[in-house]
């Protein structure tokens, strides 16, 4: 069953839902009801019979085990002398099963929500490395990992965030909070899912078939619409959701299409991925570089991290040829960007605040992003 | 020189503005005077001046958004030294 997609999964998961609520309301809320409510969806979710791998359910739990192995070795060896290869090592562990599902042909070692999933245990041995996790308990690292609400396309939490909702003790005031947070947000689902971006398909996007140069731009339009609203409205649910269980996890859209540049867009787009991004590869990238002087211009560092961060995101959607374009033409506008604002630092016109100006970034911006989820699309090529 | 010198000083080549001290709480950030890229400049400067082991890892970015907040960081940092 594909999480958030049918009506049936909404019903099957107030049986996760509703005596989390009841629980929570009596103050008998425990983290063993996330762990049972997880285990049991998860099943729903991934349940495929037969006792293998093939089986996806057992697939799923044998990469969180190795996961939570992986860790817990790089955790004990951190604290030896060979810390950096111990480090390297863990990283491949990590990312091994995510390669190996993008480089076999077919799906048999891939389960949905693998790249999300490697994407938190990076962040756990990244947080080892750092000396910000020294411990790692097992109910709290496999809810982090595998938490139902968020395993299958995020947001993408951080171990050390998730740890602070994991503890904390609710007041009766905060519980209904979180019920009346997560029952707006899954209403905001329910609208951008299932009834804005239905309609922008089937009257939109799917009506634009022709190759002409005018169906084409209609339909990065009607593209760039779909994708915001079945993804804000996928990840309106599950914040929403983990709400009724005390999480609250980082919220990944805030208000896209305002954005007055690409680094802006950036802030407000699918913000969990591209934080994680600009965290562990952006910000060690120029860290590295301007501790060892690689580069003997200063803003070098700066250029090539955009390349490089970008250009990941895109091969981490696929291998296709459109996801590298996709990449690099984001790590390219960031980069004109960066440059731009350099070299026109102190022109007064394009610092303007006026109204006419805000509103040409606006319009351009979007443009260009739409152009961007318009290579994505793979119609291009 | 004392601590908060030291990180006006670098702070202030790594934003090319001495608008960062005369304002102590500028928020860096949001007036877009620090990025990513500086706030990484800033933490290799430091790591340097002060002989410390500051690292991208180690900060969040709310500890970093004004300059009185990034002298208080390095003042809590050198006090765990000695």
């Known amino acids: 069953m594909t999480p958030y997609a049918d009506f049936l999964y909404f019903g099957v998961s107030l049986y996760a839902l509703l005596p989390a609520a009841l629980l929570g309301w009596l103050k008998r809320f425990t983290r063993i009801w996330l762990v049972f409510a997880t285990l049991g969806m998860l099943a729903v979710q991934y349940w495929q019979g037969g006792s293998g791998l093939e089986n996806k359910f057992w697939l799923m739990l044998g990469y969180a085990t190795l996961q939570w192995l992986n860790a817990r070795l790089f955790l004990k060896l951190r604290a030896q002398k060979v810390r950096r290869p111990a480090f390297y090592f863990a990283l491949l562990v990590a990312l091994l099963p995510l390669l190996a599902g993008k480089f076999f042909p077919g799906d048999t070692l891939v389960f949905v929500g693998l790249s999300y999933i490697t994407f938190r245990s990076l962040d756990v041995l990244f947080g080892i490395q750092d000396g910000g996790i020294q411990a790692l308990p097992l109910a709290q690292y496999s809810q982090f990992l595998l938490f139902f609400a968020t395993i299958s396309s995020g947001p993408i939490d951080r171990f050390q965030r998730f740890g602070q909702d994991w503890r904390r003790e609710r007041t009766s005031a905060e519980w209904l909070r979180d019920i009346d947070g997560g029952i707006q947000r899954i209403f905001t689902g329910f609208l951008y899912k299932f009834i804005l971006a239905a309609l922008i398909k089937q009257y939109w996007l799917d009506a634009v078939s022709g190759a002409e140069l005018g169906q084409t731009i209609a339909y990065m339009y009607a593209y760039t619409f779909y994708l915001f609203f079945d993804f804000a409205g996928y990840s309106a649910f599950a914040v929403g959701f983990a709400y009724f269980f005390g999480i609250h996890p980082p919220e990944n859209f805030r208000r896209p299409f305002a954005a007055r540049d690409l680094r802006d867009f950036w802030n407000r787009w699918h913000i969990s991925l591209s934080f994680w991004f600009r965290d562990f590869v952006y910000n060690r990238f120029v860290f590295a570089s301007v501790k060892g002087k690689w580069f003997k211009n200063r803003f070098t560092a700066a250029y090539l991290g955009y390349f490089l961060s970008m250009g990941l995101m895109g091969v981490w959607h696929g291998l296709a040829a459109h996801y590298i374009v996709y990449g690099l033409y984001h790590g390219a506008l960031l980069f004109l960007t960066d440059w731009l604002n350099r070299r026109y630092r102190n022109n007064r016109l394009l610092n303007s605040d006026s109204l006419f100006w805000r509103g040409a970034s606006i319009f351009l911006t979007f443009h260009l992003v739409s152009f961007g989820f318009l290579i994505f699309s793979g119609r291009l090529f | ?82």
């Open chain 2, 1 to 82: 020189m004392n601590i908060s010198e030291i990180v006006l000083t670098e702070l202030e080549k790594v934003t090319e503005t001495d608008e960062v001290r005369r304002n102590l709480d500028l928020m860096l950030f949001d007036e877009k005077i620090l990025d990513s890229f500086g706030s990484m400049e800033l933490m290799v400067a430091l790591s340097e001046q002060f002989g410390l082991e500051i690292t991208p890892g180690q900060v969040e970015r709310e500890q970093w958004t004004s300059p009185r907040k990034i002298i208080a960081y390095v003042q809590e940092r050198l006090k765990e030294i000695h």
